[in-house]
């Protein structure tokens, strides 16, 4: 859950945010990009009117009495972008998806977008880590013309061998056979791919378990993308190591599985940075995906950690992700370029995107910087849009946007965690991403979201919206809305 304390319980926000509130307030983390993709600005078109859609959660809001039950929102886009009045909202009491409210469920702990069943219209897998007491749940809701309706369960391949079963979502076609599979994290050390297609009496293919390469306590990110270019996902995962491994203490790592036709080759791990959020997309053009590691850990946290907030972007190739010591970009807020300051525990990399926003073949990066001081404000969070370039990310023309940017409705206060999640996506349909930003903790953790239009010259605040859950007709209290923002 989200701290009650901020300040000094900043590294447990930290692991939410990658959990929660990521593709990933941390699993919240970006949708991957995959191969097959066609439209790189936008992933998810619920009701296949052409327009990008946004997929949110509250994973912690209470429901009736049962607290931390969650529930899920869709936002349609359309020419004017996100409308909060067009929407669908859907918890575990909605009729046609399965099981009920309860306590502890977090309904939208993770989130992850994909057309499973080739019908034309995207599906929306929805984890619950906390049903039936931690042993936990995945629903996908369908897709249709009316956007989101219906729902069904994903069974868990081996649930004596974990719990949280749908901790953290990714979905891409491993194998290249041309049906999307679902890759599904759980509370322990490994995941499980399920091989595609679904359908909605619950069949799918089989499933393979990936393991980390070393031993592990945790996987704090996941995400899926095509680093090689060869038409099939590949497969990252951010994962901490414990005494067991090394008696010195934690190591955030990061792992990447390239896709083959018989699915994960699980053989040959590519190592990575760690890190606590993840994305994948072209920042170069070359038609290769980086992937993005955001890393919110101190050195006092872990091993692996910085002063201020740390990302780093890891080259595509037609090998795979070049990694070694020189990877496409090593960034943190004292880096040329970077906007602001390496200060200590900014929580630079809380979240991480990539998608054309300006139109010249090249994928901008977003960051967040969830615990950005504002003057003397704390804690109220910023984000900053990096330009895309063919030597990779532009140390040229970085944006800052916060709660205090002229345009931006509302002001930057004490705790607010503006930037706890951040997506690129285009929702209105004119080739250029649009960003929206989650912060997480506006209003004492009710949270709230702000959309941003992007165009030829980049984002702009033109027309900048700021909502919550009030404006989806649901009850404004705790609840971390916004989590998981994904599209």
Same mark, same amino acid.
């Given at each position: 859950?989200?701290?009650?304390?901020?300040?000094?319980?900043?590294?447990?926000?930290?692991?939410?945010?990658?959990?929660?509130?990521?593709?990933?307030?941390?699993?919240?983390?970006?949708?991957?990009?995959?191969?097959?993709?066609?439209?790189?600005?936008?992933?998810?078109?619920?009701?296949?009117?052409?327009?990008?859609?946004?997929?949110?959660?509250?994973?912690?809001?209470?429901?009736?009495?049962?607290?931390?039950?969650?529930?899920?929102?869709?936002?349609?886009?359309?020419?004017?972008?996100?409308?909060?009045?067009?929407?669908?909202?859907?918890?575990?009491?909605?009729?046609?998806?399965?099981?009920?409210?309860?306590?502890?469920?977090?309904?939208?702990?993770?989130?992850?977008?994909?057309?499973?069943?080739?019908?034309?219209?995207?599906?929306?897998?929805?984890?619950?880590?906390?049903?039936?007491?931690?042993?936990?749940?995945?629903?996908?809701?369908?897709?249709?013309?009316?956007?989101?309706?219906?729902?069904?369960?994903?069974?868990?391949?081996?649930?004596?061998?974990?719990?949280?079963? $749908?901790?953290?979502? /990714?979905? +891409? @076609?491993? *194998? &290249? #056979? %041309?049906?999307?599979?679902? !890759?599904? =994290?759980?509370?322990?050390?490994?995941?499980?791919?399920?091989?595609?297609?679904?359908?909605?009496?619950?069949?799918?293919?089989?499933?393979?378990?990936?393991?980390?390469?070393?031993?592990?306590?945790?996987?704090?990110?996941?995400?899926?993308?095509?680093?090689?270019?060869?038409?099939?996902?590949?497969?990252?995962?951010?994962?901490?190591?414990?005494?067991?491994?090394?008696?010195?203490?934690?190591?955030?790592?990061?792992?990447?599985?390239?896709?083959?036709?018989?699915?994960?080759?699980?053989?040959?791990?590519?190592?990575?940075?760690? $890190?606590?959020?993840? /994305?994948? +997309? @072209?920042? *170069? &053009? #070359? %038609?290769?995906?980086?992937? !993005?590691? =955001?890393?919110?850990?101190?050195?006092?946290?872990?091993?692996?950690?910085?002063?201020?907030?740390?990302?780093?972007?890891?080259?595509?190739?037609?090998?795979?992700?070049?990694?070694?010591?020189?990877?496409?970009?090593?960034?943190?807020?004292?880096?040329?370029?970077?906007?602001?300051?390496?200060?200590?525990?900014?929580?630079?990399?809380?979240?991480?995107?990539?998608?054309?926003?300006?139109?010249?073949?090249?994928?901008?990066?977003?960051?967040?910087?969830?615990?950005?001081?504002?003057?003397?404000?704390?804690?109220?969070?910023?984000?900053?849009?990096?330009?895309?370039?063919?030597?990779?990310?532009?140390?040229?023309?970085?944006?800052?946007?916060?709660?205090?940017?002229?345009?931006?409705?509302?002001?930057?206060?004490?705790?607010?965690?503006?930037?706890?999640?951040?997506?690129?996506?285009?929702?209105?349909?004119?080739?250029?991403?649009?960003?929206?930003?989650?912060?997480?903790?506006?209003?004492?953790?009710?949270?709230?979201?702000?959309?941003?239009?992007?165009?030829?010259?980049?984002?702009?605040?033109?027309?900048?919206?700021?909502?919550?859950?009030?404006?989806?007709?649901?009850?404004?209290?705790?609840?971390?809305?916004?989590?998981?923002?994904?599209?």
């Amino acid at each position: 859950m989200l701290p009650q304390h901020p300040r000094p319980a900043r590294l447990a926000l930290a692991t939410a945010t990658a959990a929660a509130l990521t593709g990933g307030l941390l699993t919240f983390a970006a949708v991957p990009a995959t191969a097959a993709d066609t439209d790189r600005t936008h992933k998810a078109d619920f009701n296949g009117d052409g327009y990008g859609d946004i997929a949110l959660a509250a994973p912690y809001v209470k429901l009736g009495d049962k607290g931390f039950a969650g529930y899920v929102a869709v936002l349609y886009g359309g020419a004017g972008g996100i409308d909060p009045a067009r929407r669908t909202v859907v918890n575990q009491d909605t009729a046609g998806v399965p099981d009920t409210v309860e306590t502890e469920d977090n309904f939208g702990s993770a989130l992850a977008v994909a057309d499973l069943d080739a019908d034309g219209y995207t599906d929306l897998a929805v984890g619950a880590a906390g049903e039936d007491g931690g042993e936990g749940s995945v629903t996908i809701l369908w897709g249709s013309a009316n956007g989101l309706a219906n729902g069904t369960k994903v069974a868990d391949p081996a649930p004596a061998a974990h719990g949280e079963w $749908g901790k953290l979502l /990714t979905a +891409g @076609d491993f *194998d &290249g #056979d %041309g049906k999307t599979d679902l !890759a599904v =994290g759980t509370g322990s050390a490994h995941a499980y791919v399920i091989k595609g297609g679904f359908t909605a009496d619950g069949t799918t293919g089989t499933a393979q378990r990936v393991d980390v390469p070393e031993q592990a306590y945790a996987v704090d990110a996941m995400a899926s993308g095509d680093t090689n270019a060869d038409g099939r996902a590949d497969l990252v995962l951010t994962y901490r190591t414990d005494e067991t491994t090394d008696p010195s203490g934690s190591w955030s790592k990061g792992v990447a599985y390239l896709g083959s036709a018989s699915g994960l080759d699980t053989s040959i791990p590519r190592m990575l940075n760690g $890190g606590t959020s993840l /994305t994948l +997309g @072209d920042i *170069d &053009g #070359d %038609g290769f995906d980086e992937i !993005a590691i =955001g890393n919110v850990f101190t050195t006092e946290d872990d091993h692996s950690g910085s002063l201020g907030g740390r990302v780093v972007v890891i080259r595509g190739s037609e090998g795979g992700p070049v990694n070694g010591d020189a990877p496409m970009a090593d960034l943190t807020q004292n880096s040329t370029g970077v906007p602001g300051a390496d200060e200590a525990r900014d929580g630079f990399g809380s979240a991480v995107s990539i998608a054309d926003v300006n139109g010249d073949g090249y994928g901008e990066l977003a960051i967040g910087v969830v615990f950005e001081d504002l003057g003397t404000t704390e804690d109220a969070g910023a984000t900053i849009v990096m330009n895309g370039a063919s030597s990779g990310v532009s140390r040229t023309g970085a944006l800052t946007f916060t709660q205090n940017t002229s345009g931006i409705p509302g002001t930057g206060e004490a705790t607010d965690y503006f930037g706890s999640d951040a997506l690129l996506t285009d929702v209105n349909a004119d080739g250029h991403a649009d960003f929206t930003v989650t912060a997480g903790f506006e209003d004492e953790g009710v949270g709230a979201l702000t959309t941003l239009t992007g165009s030829a010259s980049g984002i702009t605040t033109t027309g900048a919206r700021t909502f919550g859950p009030g404006s989806l007709g649901q009850p404004r209290t705790y609840g971390a809305f916004g989590a998981g923002l994904t599209g």
